[in-house]
């Protein structure tokens, strides 16, 4: 008889059972984050929206019906205030509150982020917190328990109602190193923990943590893309340049391997490369899908996001084309749809169709336009132009399981080479030369099979048939059913639920910004963990960490509150703000003097001789690089005073660089002479301005 019930067996089950349970009923980034978790999520009242207060401002314009976006400020006791972008989603369902109306506007509000401002009007110490995308949301029982389930790769239904605790953030923006830990744990805990017990309990664990970071990035994205078209079409009223660039890159990384490491000073250079990249996907993915389509005598129509750009594009074909084309020869290169030509259910199609009109010429015409004739046309497929090989199929209208067997294919494979045969690409070279091979080859021949996963561009196409009101009624609600069958993660809501779950979240979120237990003192806890750096060295830093994951969250090490600590952290971030600052403008091209404005650079060079003794050697650097590009006296005397005050090494080592160059100017060498025979003189004060110098670059 089997040896399984022995005191070692049963240890070994119960460990099982107890992390399977941790699994399910905790969220992935629960440790390593707030040891109060438990106080800022009790149960809560809904309640109204704190912008009916009369002493809370709010910057809102419902009566304006050409309006997509608009934006919400909510003032936070303790120094902070929420900012919520409501979006107008006319393309879904009418909500219950608004059946029968015509004309009221759907705003739905979808991205809120908290925005630590320690009570004053001056941008130089704020701080972006929490990000919180409204439709994402703590999945239900039912989706908890069939998300585990291994190979099920379907969605099973919707979460009907949300929670009255506070909605759980993506993302805490002044503490990413966090989401590291986290990582770090859970892979620990389903490596060491739940591997050992066999192939079920594996399976199971990992299935289930890849459908919630599935589903958490699909909201990212979601909130991501919201962001940057609220940017395009609205302008920046609230978020600087520089903190809507860090908010992007800050969101982009959470999908890097230790990206929530990279250092603020790369943020913006980052932004900027994926910016470019997605650029170059797009329009490589339309040339190569509209050549395609072209080539077999179809019709591309991409389909554009309010600010004009095309994210996705539609195949039609002409009925008329199906009796002309006829037993044509067809390459479903790039397209992996079936040919049109040998389909008869085209032929008799019963699904949506479209009359549009053309001239002499076959260009779209109106149709009173004399001369136009009509033709029906039939869509094929819809496809997503963002992943970074070939374009995808989203939807196919005559084959709904085609895209999902292709969606399939990569994570299949993924399940069974890990979660089954236990392959990985970093530990078995066979595997991974092959892997490589048949990605490559794949890839060349423009085969839709194991290629990156639909995730993103699926995430947009939900946002895109909100808020396009351009397509037909008809058609948005038949490309949505059919996007809703081709989800392979059971966490995920329709578009109508998540709409739904976003205005409760959202109330669910002010209720618990008005309690004084609830987002203030959640705040107050911020501030004293963001006193820790300031309070202590390196080697003590290193050790809290470490103790929060070892207690297993259960101790976040922070300082005592103390009065003083506004002032503190007001210096602090001010420095961190000024340093930041002059690094931008040292990375920066071109001549210094014409592309910035100088009052600003002497500001900021100015605090730091004031309050920077203690600045980094990356300030040091940069106040050496300005006084190099720069030919303004007032500015390099600003720079030396700096490098002067400051204590660490780098400053030195910079100031005697100077001082060694010999290709230095005349008046930079009399400046240094000067500078280091006497001491510097005090600077001249620069008036004060609230305005971020990321803002202050002038034109050429």
């Known amino acids: 008889m089997p040896d399984c019930l022995t005191p070692r067996r049963l240890r070994q089950t119960l460990v099982s059972i107890l992390f399977s349970v941790l699994l399910l009923t905790v969220p992935q980034a629960s440790f390593a984050q707030d040891s109060n978790s438990s106080a800022d999520h009790k149960s809560v009242a809904p309640a109204g929206s ?28 303790g120094g902070a205030e929420l900012i919520t972008v409501h979006a107008r989603l006319d393309g879904l369902e009418p909500s219950p509150d608004r059946v029968g109306s015509t004309d009221a506007p759907n705003w739905v509000p979808l991205v809120t982020i908290l925005r630590d401002t320690l009570g004053d009007r001056d941008p130089e110490n704020d701080r972006l917190r929490y990000v919180w995308p409204l439709t994402y949301t703590r999945p239900s029982t039912r989706q908890r328990i069939l998300g585990a389930v291994p190979f099920l790769y379907t969605r099973v239904g919707n979460k009907q109602n949300a929670s009255s605790q506070a909605p759980p953030p993506v993302l805490d923006l002044a503490a990413t190193h966090r989401d590291v830990w986290n990582k770090i744990f859970w892979t620990a805990l389903q490596n060491v923990l739940l591997d050992p017990y066999g192939v079920p309990v594996k399976a199971s664990s990992r299935s289930y943590q890849h459908n919630i970071s599935a589903y958490r990035k699909s909201h990212i994205i979601r909130a991501l893309s919201v962001l940057s078209l609220y940017e395009a079409i609205e302008g920046s009223h609230v978020f600087s340049p520089s903190e809507f660039s860090k908010i992007q890159a800050r969101l982009l990384l959470t999908d890097k391997t230790f990206g929530e490491l990279v250092g603020d000073h790369n943020l913006e250079r980052f932004n900027e490369k994926a910016i470019e990249k997605t650029r170059d996907d797009r329009g490589h993915n339309w040339e190569l899908l509209r050549q395609r389509v072209e080539a077999e005598s179809l019709i591309f129509e991409p389909l554009q996001m309010p600010d004009g750009s095309a994210t996705h594009a539609l195949v039609w074909v002409a009925k008329p084309d199906l009796i002309a084309n006829r037993g044509r020869r067809y390459d479903s290169r790039f397209l992996n749809i ?54 995808m199929v989203l939807v196919d209208f005559r084959d709904g399981l085609n895209p999902k067997r292709r969606e399939m294919s990569r994570r299949a494979l993924q ?58 009624p008809e058609l948005r609600e038949e490309i949505g059913k059919r996007l809703e069958k081709v989800s392979l993660n059971p966490l995920e809501n329709d578009l109508e639920s998540e709409a739904r779950l976003a205005k409760q979240q959202y ?18 806890r ?104 720069t030919e303004d006296s007032d500015t390099r005397r600003f720079c030396l005073d700096s490098l002067g005050r400051m204590t660490n090494t780098k400053a030195k080592t ?47």
């Open 415 to 472: 399940d069974v080479t890990r979660n089954i045969l236990s392959l990985s690409t970093f530990g078995n070279l066979s595997y991974f030369l092959g892997h490589t091979v048949f990605d490559f080859v794949t890839g060349r021949r423009g085969m839709d099979v194991n290629q990156p996963s639909r995730v993103r561009t699926y995430s947009q196409l939900k946002l895109l048939l909100s808020l396009n009101q351009s397509l037909d």
């Open 50 to 77: 704190l912008a009916q207060d009369n002493n809370i401002p709010a910057e809102n314009k419902p009566n304006d019906n050409e309006q997509l976006f608009r934006l919400e400020r909510i003032s936070v006791a």
């Open 507 to 524: 109330e669910a979120l002010l209720a618990y910004a008005k309690r004084p237990d609830g987002l203030p003192a959640k705040l107050d």
């Open 338 to 391: 079936a040919s049109p030509w040998s389909d008869k259910r085209l032929l008799a199609w019963d699904g949506y169709t479209e009359t549009r009109y053309f001239d002499a010429e076959s260009r779209t015409v109106p149709a009173e336009t004399a001369g136009a004739r009509a033709v029906e046309m039939i869509p094929l497929a819809l496809y997503g132009l963002d992943n970074p090989k070939i374009p």
């Open 654 to 700: 910079e100031l005697l660089r100077l001082s060694q160059l010999r290709d230095l100017d005349q008046a930079g060498k009399d400046l240094l002479i000067s500078y280091q025979d006497a001491l510097p003189p005090t600077p001249v004060p620069i008036a004060s301005s609230n305005r971020k110098p990321t803002s202050s670059r002038v034109d050429h």
């Open 526 to 629: 911020d501030r004293r963990g963001e006193m820790v750096p300031i309070a202590h060295g390196r080697r003590e830093q290193l050790f809290f960490p470490v103790a929060n994951i070892l207690s297993f969250g259960t101790y976040t090490h922070r300082e005592k509150a103390t009065p003083d600590i506004p002032e503190r952290l007001d210096l602090a971030r001010r420095l961190e703000y000024h340093s930041r600052f002059l690094r931008e403008v040292a990375r920066s091209s071109g001549q210094i003097d014409v592309a910035w404005n100088l009052a600003d650079i002497k500001r900021s060079l100015q605090f730091i001789s004031e309050h920077g003794a203690a600045a980094e050697s990356s300030t040091a650097k940069a106040a050496s690089a300005i006084f190099l590009r």
